[in-house]
């Protein structure tokens, strides 16, 4: 049965990318908004839009019963959850589907495994895809971490088995930092994801962040290739390309296929992503985690298949099988993406909400922004600083980074400061240009820079 009305359960740049597809395809849209957001783009765009609650985003867009409750009265047979907030709540999923309506991503139960980090190691495995080497499941307490490290070999890292974002994750050296780090850690995931399980994983060096995309339809899988997402500030994405720059054509197809075998090994239903870490020295790829919903960066995906990935999720969530055979999905040039918030590069990245001037929007061949913001818009102080992402392509990948050099030229979005002189910083790096770069490189590299406010 095709999805006739869809309730859109996020706000952002990822709640007017949802509306729009939804309506090139003919389904009604419905979008929740907090007191806050009453004035956001995605309630402007939308067909109709429900007030869900004050702007604390636990008393509403974290509050799954008054979003269950508002989209069954708004009579939405459909729920997309985006990124973030409830997208990866088992729980909420569970509610959705018991209140009758579809929830637009994976059953509760892949959810449940695949959010679990610990059963999702277990269940790569099961599909024969490599893992970092580490702990096997959860670790009962410090005794059990520092004998798993034995095992594993120092350095480690400890990692929340629930959650993500970065939260909960401290690198221990020796024996005596594992038995000081792994309480805080559990601290801090128990605080913020009501979880403190904990396991280890060996610190690989040097790594790469590759993560590969895939749509379900929960009896066959397929890949649209991989993305590098290595260039990371406190282990949140910055910049982020499409294909990864740093693996030869036969790794790409191992990687790939990997991924696929674990989708369909576990039913995946949807748009969904597998994380790994690269090695280059040894060419060796670990599989880390999957993020069981839409990400910030699928644009650049988009951009070199030419897929439009939330519609793709909505024909599955409305009983349709994939619309796309493995073969016929191909690789097209270079996308690039990055990351516009409302933060002063220059001030530490201090958040900066406020009242947006006028803007310049960069357009033309192989430019795309996806964003959430227009001239009079306030910024709400009350949540993520994401403006929007600013996307181009070109034929390879040194064209795909000139274009981005001239198109953050052109972007200028008045009123407020933002990251846009950090980025057009990047374009212009020699080592970001040669792709010598991995997970640890852009800290340093920000210590050494002088970045202007916009």
Request: net charge negative.
């Amino acid at each position: 049965m095709a999805i006739r009305r869809l309730f859109i359960a996020n706000r952002g740049e990822i709640a007017v990318r949802i509306v729009r597809s939804a309506k090139a395809l003919g389904i009604e849209t419905v979008q929740a908004h907090s007191e806050a957001d009453a004035d956001m783009l995605a309630v402007r765009l939308a067909d109709h839009a429900v007030c869900i609650g004050p702007p604390a985003a636990k008393q509403s867009y974290l509050d799954a019963d008054r979003i269950v409750a508002a989209a069954r009265d708004a009579g939405c047979d459909a729920v997309h959850p985006g990124y973030g907030f409830l997208a990866e709540n088992a729980d909420f999923a569970e509610k959705v589907e018991a209140a009758g309506m579809v929830f637009v991503g994976p059953s509760p139960d892949t959810i449940r495994t695949m959010g679990d980090k610990a059963a999702a190691r277990a269940a790569a495995i099961a599909a024969g895809v490599p893992v970092v080497p580490g702990s096997d499941g959860r670790l009962a307490n410090a005794d059990a971490a520092v004998a798993a490290a034995e095992k594993v070999g120092y350095p480690v890292m400890i990692k929340a088995a629930a959650g993500g974002g970065g939260r909960g994750i401290r690198i221990a050296e020796t024996e005596e930092e594992l038995r000081r780090l792994a309480p805080q850690a559990q601290s801090e995931a128990q605080a913020a994801f009501g979880d403190g399980g904990l396991y280890l994983e060996r610190v690989v060096r040097d790594a790469r962040h590759i993560e590969v995309q895939i749509l379900g339809d929960g009896s066959r899988a397929v890949h649209c290739f991989e993305r590098e997402c290595s260039l990371q500030r406190r282990r949140q994405k910055v910049w982020e390309e499409a294909p990864a720059a740093c693996l030869d054509a036969e790794t790409r197809a191992t990687l790939c296929a990997s991924a696929v075998a674990l989708a369909e090994n576990v039913g995946y239903r949807g748009a969904g992503t597998l994380e790994y870490l690269y090695e280059p020295t040894t060419g060796s790829f670990f599989f880390i985690e999957m993020n069981t919903r839409i990400q910030v960066e699928h644009p650049v995906t988009e951009m070199v298949t030419g897929l439009d990935l939330i519609a793709e999720m909505l024909r599955v969530a409305g009983g349709e099988p994939l619309s796309v055979r493995q073969e016929d999905i191909r690789l097209d040039g270079h996308a690039i993406e990055v990351r516009i918030n409302a933060e002063d590069p220059a001030n530490n990245f201090m958040p900066f909400p406020g009242l947006v001037g006028a803007l310049s929007i960069p357009e033309g061949e192989g430019v795309r922004f996806d964003g959430m913001i227009y001239e009079g818009y306030a910024i709400p102080p009350f949540y993520d600083s994401l403006l929007g992402k600013l996307i181009v392509h070109g034929p390879d990948r040194a064209a795909a980074i000139d274009r981005m050099a001239e198109a953050l030229k052109t972007l200028c979005i008045e009123g407020v400061k933002t990251t846009v002189p950090l980025h057009a910083a990047l374009a212009a790096d020699p080592a970001v240009k040669a792709g010598e770069f991995h997970t640890q490189f852009l800290e340093p590299w920000l210590a050494g820079q002088t970045l202007a406010a916009e």
